[in-house]
């Protein structure tokens, strides 16, 4: 990984502070607004082009990963999101939804970086990117009305269609992009651009997210202390499921590293994307995936620097 790459955690924090500061303006908030699903749609398309399907084999030298995180993003967490949020969340409905909209799609994007922070396996976790970013592509709308659902009312064609436009034109983009391309000019001269476009644009979309709903967090800071139980109970148990499976299945260190990372980091972005344009009407929804980050990233530093320190001597 580049050293932008590595300082990814750094920037994205930075965005999170640069935008919320900023939120207390109008015209910051109003731009936030305007230029996050473009950066978003951008970010995906920069995902889209970089991800080779073949890549996904590499899990496959190790299927117990594969199977593994499978299990933990797929299907303990949305039953853990809908548990979580009938049990601490059900005077909030809509920011149940969101927690059920974030715990569900597994992240595609930082949890790189704090892989490599932590010294994981980056073969491992490059090849679980496809997987994940495919299978939540696939899932979310079902998931979205089978478990948020008995939240609030939720329109299944709105959520379809918010998902088709959220992936569907980046999606479009790479294919056109990759088919009139070679892999070795991709290879060579993309994707060390796109590396390091993907940052950038995850920064900026990281920034725009607290640009236009920061103000609303500063002023109701309740929202992320509503949050923080629900959130703080899916991060442990993820985190002990992670430790435990990977004892079990005698991983060693590096790929121990990769399937906490998987399990721990959640897609935000991409989440919120879909919440802006199929709950418009429900800010709090959206609201409810900006200030999950205030909470998801310190516990990502957290668990890697936790990694590093459980790191045998001599693993490295």
Sequence with gaps: MSPLERAQPVLITGGLVAGTAGSLLAPVRAAGRVALLPLLVALLATVFVQVEPRAATRVLRD??????????????????????????????????????????????????????????????????????????????????????????????????????????????????????TSPGWRERVLQPRLATMGVLLLTGAVTAMFAWEGAQILERPGVVVTLLGPLAIFFLGSFVFAQAASRLLGLPHAQRVTLTMTVLARNSPLALAVAATAFADRPAIALALVAAPVIELPVLALASATLRRLEPAGSA
Excluded: H, I, K
């Excluded at 999101?81 to 799609?105: E, H, I, K, N, Q």
């Excluded at 899932?139 to 709105?158: E, H, I, K, S």
């Design 63 to 180: 299927r117990r990963v594969l199977v593994t995180s499978l299990l933990a993003n797929f299907v303990l967490a949305p039953a853990a999101a809908f548990g979580l949020g009938r049990l601490l969340l059900a005077d909030s409905p809509d920011l149940a939804l969101g927690l059920v909209m974030l715990l569900v799609t597994p992240c595609t994007d930082w949890y790189l970086a704090f892989t490599a922070t932590a010294r994981g396996d980056l073969a491992v976790a490059t090849g679980l990117l496809p997987v994940n970013l495919f299978l939540q592509l696939l899932l979310l709308p079902a998931y979205v009305v089978l478990l948020g659902g008995p939240f609030v009312p939720v329109d299944g064609g709105a959520v379809l269609g918010s998902v088709g436009l959220v992936a569907g034109l980046p999606l479009l983009a790479a294919v056109v992009l990759r088919l009139a």
